[in-house]
């Protein structure tokens, strides 16, 4: 019987997941709770509904052999519930409850003994302040939960910015928590793979620039000092192990102005700071999150050429997703262009990225910005 794996979610990381499942000869079922998401386009195996649906789990569980998500917004006790039916899931519940939090995340790893900012759960904007007067400002506002590009962080750079922010984030549903602001030099990623099976791999280590607090660019591999490269593989491969990931994990990290690292924030998953494995890499992050939860032989992280760049394209206008300069970006010789497939487009929405490789990361990326300059969505 060829393997099925069940992903909950849709969108495009699982639309690129399937693609690697798919040349192993592997199907793919997606749970959405929106037809024709990126993902369903590639399956006849959709289950349309809520994640948090009891009936079809129940339906999901006996198609599938295994489990993994595309994001960190469903609910632990779902993937709970999933593993009670005797389906295992990747990354398991328990991990999932302590990533999908970010203050319960930051909690775990500074126990474990890794290196994190200074931070607190706060309640009021009171507590806010009394942070604020501990750590200096400016000072980082979070919602712990539900938060990713930018959305859910505030920035607080005056005892006047706490009102606001604090009234704007608790409409999001979740607890708040604050951190200290790192003034960093530069932002890095890494991808880290480990298997079921305890087999571990780490990407090249990358820096990821931000455009109006979105990744804009990821240029791999970082112009950093050999020390904090080793350093930070050191620091997600410990990652993995202390909160049993499997899987494979995007791990942010700020580099400090003497060279040392503070962890940022954990993504359990496959991450935007990694789809440049997929031409840049003898294997891509999808194909080795595919291997380490079903406990296959992890496949080579090497980068194929010096250098690799990805840019995203980000939406530009709010409706209906309609790609043009698709066809003068096709001509520009290197670069390897994906277009996401989602129905709709808003200004920031990640829509697509364009990948390119060469002997240097100021030739690689050259390519890769011509081409997505001339797309728009």
């Not at 999901?60 to 005797?86: C, H, I, P, R």
């Not at 277009?339 to 390119?356: E, N």
């Given at each position: 019987?060829?393997?099925?794996?069940g992903?909950l979610?849709?969108g495009q990381?699982a639309?690129?997941?399937a693609?690697?499942?798919?040349?192993l000869?592997l199907q793919?079922?997606?749970?959405?709770?929106?037809p024709?998401?990126?993902a369903?386009h590639?399956?006849?195996?959709t289950?349309?509904g809520?994640?948090?649906?009891r009936h079809?789990?129940?339906e999901?569980?006996?198609?599938v052999?295994v489990?993994t998500?595309?994001?960190e917004?469903?609910d632990?006790?779902?993937?709970?519930?999933?593993?009670?039916?005797?389906?295992?899931?990747?990354p398991s519940?328990?991990?999932?409850?302590?990533i999908q939090d970010?203050?319960?995340?930051k909690?775990a790893?500074k126990?474990?003994?890794?290196?994190?900012p200074r931070?607190?759960?706060?309640?009021?904007?009171?507590e806010v302040l009394e942070c604020?007067e501990?750590?200096?400002?400016p000072?980082?506002l979070?919602?712990r939960?539900?938060?990713?590009?930018?959305?859910g962080n505030?920035l607080?750079?005056t005892i006047?910015?706490?009102g606001?922010?604090f009234?704007?984030l608790?409409?999001?549903?979740?607890?708040l928590m604050?951190?200290?602001?790192v003034p960093f030099?530069?932002e890095?990623?890494?991808?880290?793979?480990?298997s079921?099976?305890?087999?571990e791999?780490?990407y090249p280590v990358v820096?990821t620039?931000?455009?109006?607090?979105m990744?804009?660019?990821?240029?791999?591999?970082?112009a950093?000092?050999?020390?904090?490269?080793k350093?930070?593989a050191?620091?997600?491969?410990?990652?993995?192990t202390?909160l049993d990931g499997?899987?494979?994990?995007?791990?942010?990290m700020?580099l400090?102005t003497?060279g040392?690292?503070?962890?940022?924030?954990?993504?359990?998953r496959?991450h935007?700071s990694?789809?440049?494995?997929?031409?840049?890499?003898?294997?891509?992050?999808?194909?080795n999150?595919v291997?380490?939860?079903l406990?296959?032989?992890?496949?080579c992280?090497?980068?194929?050429?010096p250098a690799?760049?990805?840019?995203?394209i980000?939406?530009s206008?709010d409706?209906?997703?309609?790609?043009?300069?698709?066809?003068?970006?096709l001509?520009?010789?290197?670069a390897n262009?994906?277009?996401?497939?989602?129905?709709?487009?808003?200004?920031?929405r990640?829509m697509?990225?364009?990948?390119?490789v060469?002997?240097?990361?100021a030739e690689?990326?050259?390519?890769?910005?011509?081409a997505?300059?001339?797309?728009?969505i």
């Amino acid at each position: 019987m060829t393997t099925r794996i069940g992903i909950l979610g849709g969108g495009q990381l699982a639309r690129m997941t399937a693609y690697a499942a798919f040349r192993l000869g592997l199907q793919i079922g997606i749970v959405e709770r929106e037809p024709e998401s990126p993902a369903t386009h590639l399956t006849s195996h959709t289950w349309i509904g809520d994640w948090s649906d009891r009936h079809l789990l129940d339906e999901f569980a006996k198609e599938v052999q295994v489990v993994t998500l595309e994001n960190e917004f469903v609910d632990a006790e779902n993937l709970s519930y999933l593993e009670g039916l005797g389906v295992p899931v990747y990354p398991s519940s328990k991990t999932l409850a302590t990533i999908q939090d970010k203050f319960l995340q930051k909690t775990a790893l500074k126990r474990a003994g890794l290196p994190v900012p200074r931070f607190a759960a706060v309640d009021s904007e009171a507590e806010v302040l009394e942070c604020a007067e501990q750590f200096g400002w400016p000072l980082m506002l979070k919602a712990r939960r539900n938060g990713y590009d930018g959305y859910g962080n505030e920035l607080l750079r005056t005892i006047e910015d706490i009102g606001p922010a604090f009234r704007k984030l608790t409409r999001r549903d979740s607890p708040l928590m604050v951190e200290e602001f790192v003034p960093f030099t530069k932002e890095l990623a890494i991808m880290v793979a480990r298997s079921k099976n305890g087999e571990e791999m780490a990407y090249p280590v990358v820096e990821t620039i931000q455009h109006a607090h979105m990744c804009h660019t990821v240029l791999a591999p970082a112009a950093i000092s050999a020390v904090s490269n080793k350093r930070a593989a050191e620091l997600g491969r410990r990652i993995m192990t202390s909160l049993d990931g499997v899987g494979i994990f995007g791990i942010e990290m700020f580099l400090l102005t003497d060279g040392d690292l503070l962890i940022n924030e954990i993504a359990p998953r496959p991450h935007n700071s990694g789809h440049f494995s997929i031409e840049g890499c003898y294997t891509s992050q999808f194909e080795n999150h595919v291997r380490a939860i079903l406990g296959l032989p992890l496949g080579c992280s090497d980068l194929v050429a010096p250098a690799a760049v990805m840019v995203n394209i980000l939406g530009s206008t709010d409706g209906p997703a309609q790609p043009k300069g698709l066809q003068d970006a096709l001509t520009v010789p290197g670069a390897n262009i994906h277009i996401y497939g989602k129905k709709r487009s808003r200004p920031g929405r990640k829509m697509g990225h364009v990948t390119a490789v060469g002997n240097s990361v100021a030739e690689a990326r050259e390519v890769a910005l011509r081409a997505a300059r001339l797309i728009s969505i």
